[in-house]
């Protein structure tokens, strides 16, 4: 219902009450209506009877409904009626495994207050109409229940309604929200991610609604409203303590309504919103705030003063603004009674500057403290943490801070998270996190360690994410993954000094979900033991020594989504068992080993494969035509919604995020061959997806197949033996951007149909048996030329060599001497014209002088003039009459 994070408490609070609401039993809702003497009234239990046929699952809640052991419905679960009457009051059935469709029949139940439908599946049904016509109903719970289509205007003719839930479902408006304006008794109001985009109105209508008192139009898509003086009657309920418009489209207009007109709001949420500007003055006015979340806007300016004078806050989360100014300034701003109260400090990924003040000790109640992702600079003491013995959270990464603490330096706080990234901590590894034995998240990566990891840091058992990457930590990992931290779902070590063998210890890691050992000097074989890791989604064992076959065992963890192994010694043939068990692969990246044999026609069974990269292996055989069942290289990734993992992850892009952490995730990054060179891809992986076979021993011809795979980006498989023409089918991949048939024996044209890739900006076609002209087209003749040498017999631009009968283009004359060439021109064509004359002279009167002088030529060129004309007459003569006997039959 409301999206829980870490550092919302107050939000995890009041989701926990909604849920104890919903399931706590209201008057008796399994245990009846507490007299024998009253039953149900007849009619009514027919209509819940008929309710319950609209349902195909859910039967084993609704067991006891009809049964021949229990008649009364007041003793149904779920139902609760009036212990006098007998009439049914409530229907509550949460989250009960209900899938169908919602029956008419509650219209047989005049009498209900209370209906609670949530977390059950309508399947994309609409929210019935009738609905409206339930009069008596105070309460109506429809979160989460796949319903679909607008909401009926018709409930605004529930003029009782207190509480009103529909979040969480793919709900629309048709025009506006007058129908909201009817509800005169709402209270409760939670419309999170229905598409409220054409609602311009939202905001008056909202001002109609006098006792309401909690707000929740989180992800609604709300428009901005621009001037709310223009806006008549704005004139909002006095009784609003919690309003929630975060991930909208909200502007800073909405801060005079806020500041000016709700003066006893307790929690106010406009995270990752268009707020710019400076933050207002609304001093006196927000005496209750006690949770402030702006975070994820574009605010700029300083922490304002008047934060200082509300006594009552507690959360103050402003992280990834633009907000500036000196971190001192903040604290004195923060000198009024805050300094008693505030628990939680939230300012990271702005761009306050200077050092972090001694002052900040003050704030002895403080209980988070994050100023990550700023321009924070100088030393951190032992003096900085003196008075807060309630810290809990401490996050001062990505900043130029040095922590400076005694060796025998005790804190006065147990910290559950800690976040240093970045921080200066090294050389020596910082013994004081020997005392905090209570952490469960703890990030000291890019801190200049450089240092074994001390026996005692593995007495830390309750550490369930731990980033100790890109340090210069050595030794082997015996003592880590045998003794300690076996509760961990996420370890990261790239990037250090680590050697030795991996121990065979990962059967006590089963909640393991992110390993990362890539970047080290560890050796010898993996262990049959990583097999147990049930739950992993990431291994990336990179840029090691590893050798020997993949363990069979690895078939268990199915719910492996990225694997890099490339640049290591594993040899073998390419693991069938990778395409029937890991299906849900994203990302394979096996470059730079010693496997052999042929690409297993298994591996085409990965649909959800983005990137595939078998390349500088030692791979033969023919390509597989059934590559075509990449889909994922097909379709474009439509669907937004990440991909939940269990109860604490989930899977977006390349990214996994873990519910628990804010920050807590995980980017999966992988190096890409793209356009003639490597890249590292990680958030910015996006829609990419790519193929890479090069530098192998694969043969044959390219399978056309491979050309339905339309989505593709790039495309690599030079390098090896393959032979063939061009499919003229390349013409199909529209969004191919890096194309490289390099060094193999493919023969014949280059298809015309590789103009039409609009998008395409690298090729290379180099080193094969091309032939004929370069086919037209402006990425074709833009190409490096560089992409075509080493056919011998390819022509035409961008190469210099013209094709049989290109015809050459006339030479503008050089500017110097143009008189001269032109009277050279002029010279020429008259000894042309002189010469033709002569030659016709002499060859007519030749002949002519000949015939006149000589007599016996005279009479023999007669005879011949005559012979032939007597030839022509008796042949013509023969084919007339030919053609009349033709004619006549």
């Known amino acids: 219902m409301i999206k829980v994070m870490g550092g919302r408490s107050i939000k995890l609070l009041y989701a926990f009450l909604t849920l104890f609401l919903h399931l706590k039993p209201a008057h008796g809702f399994t245990s009846g209506v507490g007299n024998d003497s009253v039953k149900c009234i007849e009619k009514e239990r027919q209509a819940l009877l008929e309710f319950k046929k609209g349902f195909v699952n ?23 009626c009036n212990s006098q009457t007998g009439n049914v009051l409530e229907l509550n059935l949460y989250s009960s495994g209900l899938r169908g469709m919602i029956s008419p029949s509650l219209l047989e139940l005049p009498y ?9 599946d309508f399947n994309q049904s609409h929210i019935p109409k009738f609905i409206g016509s339930l009069g008596n109903l105070k309460s109506l719970y429809l979160s989460g229940a796949n319903l679909n289509g607008p909401i009926p205007h018709q409930l605004g003719n529930l003029s009782l309604l207190q509480n009103l839930y529909l979040n969480n479902n793919d709900l629309k408006i048709v025009e506006n929200l007058e129908w909201l304006s009817r509800l005169s008794s709402i209270d409760e109001l939670d419309l999170s991610s229905t598409n409220l985009s054409i609602a311009n109105d939202w905001l008056e209508v909202l001002s109609r609604l006098p006792k309401l008192s909690g707000l929740i139009l989180a992800s609604c898509d709300l428009p901005p409203v621009v001037d709310i003086s223009s806006l008549p009657h704005i004139n909002f309920s006095k009784s609003l303590t919690v309003i929630d418009l975060s991930t909208n489209h909200v502007s800073q207009s909405i801060f005079p309504w806020l500041f000016n007109y709700s003066t006893g709001l307790v929690d106010i949420d406009l995270s990752n919103n268009q707020l710019g500007g400076s933050i207002p003055d609304a001093s006196g006015n927000m005496n209750s705030l006690r949770f402030l979340y702006l975070d994820d806007n574009q605010l700029e300016g300083g922490v304002p003063k008047f934060f200082g004078n509300m006594c009552a806050l507690q959360t103050l989360s402003i992280k990834n603004n633009k907000l500036s100014g000196q971190l001192v300034g903040l604290t004195h701003n923060l000198s009024g009674c805050v300094q008693y109260s505030v628990e939680r400090l939230f300012l990271q990924g702005n761009q306050m500057k200077g050092s972090v003040p001694k002052s900040i000790g003050n704030l002895s109640m403080l209980q988070s403290l994050y100023l990550g992702s700023n321009l924070l600079e100088g030393e951190i003491s032992e003096q900085h943490f003196s008075n807060l013995s309630r810290l809990k959270v401490l996050w001062l990464s990505n900043n130029s801070l040095t922590l400076k603490f005694s060796n025998d330096w005790v804190p006065p706080f147990h910290l559950l998270s800690i976040d240093l990234s970045s921080c200066s901590l090294g050389p020596d590894f910082p013994k004081w996190l020997s005392t905090q034995r209570l952490v469960y998240h703890l990030d000291i990566s890019y801190s200049g360690i450089s240092d074994t990891i001390p026996s005692w840091f593995w007495n830390l058992s309750t550490v369930s994410y731990l980033n100790l990457s890109n340090n210069k930590l050595s030794g082997f990992l015996n003592s880590l993954l045998c003794l300690g931290l076996v509760q961990s779902f996420y370890l990261d070590l790239s990037n250090n000094q680590l050697s030795g063998d991996l121990p065979d210890c990962f059967m006590q890691w089963q909640n393991l979900v992110v390993l990362n050992l890539a970047n080290n000097n560890l050796s010898g074989e993996i262990p049959s033991s990583m097999g147990s890791l049930i739950k992993l989604m990431v291994l990336d064992l990179s840029n090691n020594s590893f050798l020997g076959e993949l363990p069979l065992s690895l078939q268990n963890c199915t719910k492996l989504s990225f694997i890099n192994l490339r640049d290591n010694l594993f040899s073998g043939k390419l693991p069938a068992w990778m395409g029937e068990s890991l299906l849900s692969l994203v990302i394979l990246n096996l470059q730079s080993n010693k496997f052999h044999g042929c690409i297993p026609l298994q591996l085409c069974q990965l649909a959800h494969i983005q990137f ?3 390349s500088e292996n030692n791979i033969s055989g023919n390509i597989p035509r059934c590559l075509y069942n990449l889909t994922a290289m097909t379709f474009k990734n439509t669907n937004n919604r ?24 995980y980017v999966f990054k992988t190096i890409v061959s793209w356009k003639g060179q490597s890249y590292v891809y990680g958030k910015n992986f996006g829609e990419m997806r790519s193929i890479d076979l090069s530098s192998n021993k694969l043969t044959g011809k390219i399978p056309a197949e491979i050309f339905s795979l339309t989505e593709l980006k790039a495309l690599n498989l030079a390098g090896n033996m393959l032979t063939g023409l061009i499919p003229q089918g390349i013409g199909r991949l529209k969004q191919l951007e890096s194309l490289d048939l390099s060094s193999n024996q493919l023969f014949g044209s280059i298809p015309a149909s590789i103009a039409d890739l609009n998008f395409l900006s690298f090729l290379n076609l180099s080193y094969n048996k091309l032939s004929g002209r370069i086919p037209t087209g402006t990425q074709i003749q833009t190409a490096n030329s560089s992409g075509f040498i080493g056919n011998l ?94 004619f006549q039959t």
């Not at 007041?74 to 139902?79: A, I, T």
């Not at 209370?114 to 977390?119: A, V």
């Not at 049989?804 to 020429?828: L, M």
């Open 793 to 886: 017999a390819l022509c035409g631009p961008p190469l210099t060599p013209k094709c049989p009968g290109d015809v050459q283009p006339n030479a503008e004359p050089p500017k110097d001497g143009s008189k001269n060439n032109q009277e050279d021109e002029d010279e020429f064509l008259k000894c042309l014209y002189i010469g033709m004359g002569l030659g016709f002279m002499v060859g007519f009167w030749g002949v002519c002088c000949s015939l006149m002088w000589n007599r016996s030529w005279r009479h023999l060129y007669f005879r011949l003039l005559s012979n032939l004309n007597d030839w022509f007459y008796v042949t013509m003569m023969l084919n007339i009459a030919r053609l009349k006997r033709m």
């Open 58 to 80: 859910g039967y084993y809640m609704l067991s006891s409904w009809g049964s021949e052991d229990e008649k009364d419905c007041c003793n149904w679960e779920g139902v609760h």
């Open 642 to 665: 990440p991909t939940n993992i269990g109860d604490y992850a989930y899977v977006d892009g390349t990214q996994v995020q873990f519910v628990f952490f804010i920050g807590g995730n």
């Open 112 to 120: 209900l207050t209370y209906l609670d439908l949530s977390y059950n």
């Open 612 to 614: 595939f990269d078998l």
